[in-house]
Each structure stands twice: as C-alpha cells, then as structure tokens.
C-alpha cells in the first residue's frame, strides 16, 4: 500500500529549477512509486499563479504532472482552524501552518520538504516532518 506524503513547495521547486544539491532528492521523492501525493488548495495557490501569469508552460506541465493523481484536501474551517492552532503552538508562518494542516487532515504520513531543520515546522509533532537535506538525514526521526 502506498505511503502518502505532502510536498513541501519548496521542495516542488528545488525538482523544477533543478538546483544542485537538492534536484535529485526532490525529484526521488517526487518519482518514488510507493509515495502517494497529498495536495492541497493551499499549495496549488503557492506553486501555479506565477507560471500561469507568466506563460510558463514547461512549469504548468511540470507541476501537472506531479499532482495529476493526487489525493487533493480542501480547504475547511477544520483545516484553518488546526493551522491556526499550529501557527500559535509552534510559531509557523502561516502558509506553512496551512500546509501542514492540509497534510495531517489529508492522512500524510509525513510532511516532505527541503527546508532545514532548523526552522519551526520540524517542531510539528502530529506528522512526521522530513527534511531532503543531505547533511540532516542523519538526523531525521525514524
């Protein structure tokens, strides 16, 4: 049974610009058969408004092609409730707090991301949160 995951936009973009270090752990996680995607409003509104204003083509496909199947959440008073709980308990800025909250009410096991572990989304205790960060997978949770 597929494990299901949250993409981080972040971590969308690293795969799409491509940028060094991080393209291809984005990309594995992205590629990996057994990851189920969760989306969420929220996240199509962080990733699709400058590529569409823009004309971007090869994005729009891109990103086409990485939420074609995905198990979308919508936006619920449940979910901005949770994420305001979130942003208050933890500090989140508030697109991450929403994101999360999509995951968790979307059934992710965990929350993918290429921001490093310093930041205050990995203080999140209801998802597991994963960083794609080479010099950190040491430190991951298991």
Known sequence: MPRRVFLDACLVLRAWKGELELAKPA?????????????SEYLRLELLPKPTAYKNDAELGFLA???????????TDAVRSHAMELACRHGLGALDAL????????????????????KPMFKVTEIRIRSIHADEAEQQPT
């Open 27 to 39: 990309m594995a996680v992205i590629d990996d058969d057994e990851n189920e995607i969760v989306s």
């Open 65 to 75: 092609a990485v939420f074609d199947g995905a198990l979308e959440v919508q936006s």
């Open 99 to 118: 994101l999360i909250a999509s995951a968790i009410a979307g059934g992710a096991e965990e929350f993918v991301t290429a921001e490093k572990r310093d």
